[in-house]
């Protein structure tokens, strides 16, 4: 009996600590050097597309499949890719200013992964914490990650955010002045 009892305490007693001890995630520094972020805002007449700068991130991985990670956006680096001269240097002073990102109280947005689920086709589907002028919504979307990499199309509405400018939700009678309140994402991440 006594053996027995030994024995059950033992084999619950190792349960107890394996179960306490998951494996630690293996955590990935992101290349931004070799990453991109293009960005696509819409507006009745047209639309503009340039470029945004990662600050630092990592994508962590938990016995081989993508887990989290998080990221710091340099908003200081927003730049303008479909115009030249004034006209360009105009719009990404217009995109730093309060109208938009007020990069001078807000240099930095974030993006901290809380969730990973499978998807569709290999796919990930992505839940995050997204941060810009200090106000934080959760943000889900579908992310593909193999080899080092991380590849996603993304949807951001900018008035969850206070970014109203030119926005009907807001304001009336803007007519083809109308800004759409979605700005689209094409995000590739490389990890050293």
Known sequence: ????????AFILSSMM???SNPT?????????????????GKKITG?????INLQSGELEYDNGRLSGGSFVIDMTSIAVRDLDGGMRGKLEGHLKSPDFFDVANHPTATFTITN??????????????????????????SATSGDGSFNADIKVDRTLYDVRYGS?????NLGDKTIYDD???TVALVTK
Request: hydrophobic letters at 40%; proline letters at 4%; aromatic letters at 12%.
């Open 168 to 172: 009907g939700k807001f304001f009336d």
């Open 183 to 185: 700005f689209e994402l």
């Open 116 to 141: 990973v689920s499978p998807g569709e086709g290999g796919a990930f589907n992505i839940t995050g914490d997204l941060t810009i002028k200090g106000i934080t919504n959760p943000l889900t979307f």
């Open 17 to 19: 600590v394996f179960a």
């Open 47 to 51: 639309k503009h597309n340039g470029v």
């Open 1 to 8: 009996m006594r053996k027995t009892l030994f024995l059950a």
């Open 24 to 40: 630690t995630p293996v955590k990935s520094s992101i290349d931004i050097e070799k990453s991109t972020i293009e960005w696509v």
